[in-house]
């Protein structure tokens, strides 16, 4: 079956301006995951959300950072007023409950010039 | 302390070597436990679970050891195609995965 989707696959963007992200999770995946990969650097967990619950954003770095899933699926991460050190890769993780095995999209490759 | 540590890498070994990746977590509370492999440039993918009894999935051996917070993978037989980086990954508080910061494997002919 179809796996993780996001897009874009890449977005260059200037410094300042406000980006979205899309993620796509496995159909009937309840869980929901941002990371984020950094050049070189491990992986490093920003949001989750586990179906009608409040999302965990404790990994969120900044208020400039945001996300939503509407109907239980599709989700957006935004950026407000990028900055360079938001580069990165974005990647996106859904999983049939907490607890289990996740699945990863192919990721958002951000550059902030 | 970082709450995943992994070995150090790279490690560079010949094809049919065997070889061993270690992990220590520091959270007791830690509920389960992974394998990821990753590619350059490419997502993670799930290489195995670690159950507490150890498991086995072909040339793959995981071991866990709750009261020493330790995790092992073991490769047998090593492939050229096994060259990627491997992630030690927990899973604390029902939700986000804790990842080590990857140790880096390169089989060479």
């Known amino acids: 079956g179809a796996g993780v989707s996001q897009s874009p696959s890449n977005k260059v963007t200037e410094k300042g301006k406000d980006v979205e992200l899309r993620c796509d999770p496995i159909?009937?995946?309840?869980?929901l995951y941002w990371y984020r990969q950094s050049l070189g650097q491990g992986l490093e967990f920003l949001i989750y959300f586990q179906g009608n619950s409040a999302p965990d954003k404790s990994g969120l770095p900044s208020d400039r950072f945001s996300a939503e899933r509407t109907g239980g699926s599709v989700s957006t991460l935004t950026i407000q007023r990028t900055q360079q050190e938001d580069s990165a890769v974005y990647l996106c993780?859904?999983?049939?409950?907490?607890?289990?095995?996740?699945?990863f999209g192919p990721g958002t490759r951000l550059t902030v010039l | 302390r970082k709450e995943v540590e992994q070995d150090p890498g790279p490690f560079n070994v010949p094809e049919g070597a065997t070889v061993a990746f270690n992990c220590t977590y520091s959270?007791?509370?830690?509920?389960?436990f992974f394998w990821y492999r990753q590619d350059c440039r490419k997502e993670p993918k799930l290489l195995m679970s670690v159950y507490s009894s150890g498991n086995e999935d072909g040339r793959f051996t995981a071991q866990l050891n709750r009261a020493s917070q330790y995790i092992s993978l073991l490769i047998r037989d090593s492939k050229l195609s096994d060259s990627a980086t491997y992630l030690c990954?927990?899973?604390?508080?029902?939700?986000?995965?804790?990842f080590g910061q990857g140790t880096e494997l390169s089989v060479k002919p």
């Open positions: 990954v927990v899973n604390n508080q029902g939700g986000k995965l804790i």
């Open positions: 993780a859904s999983s049939f409950t907490s607890l289990v095995e996740q699945f």
């Open positions: 959270n007791s509370a830690s509920q389960s």
């Open positions: 159909s009937g995946h309840t869980a």
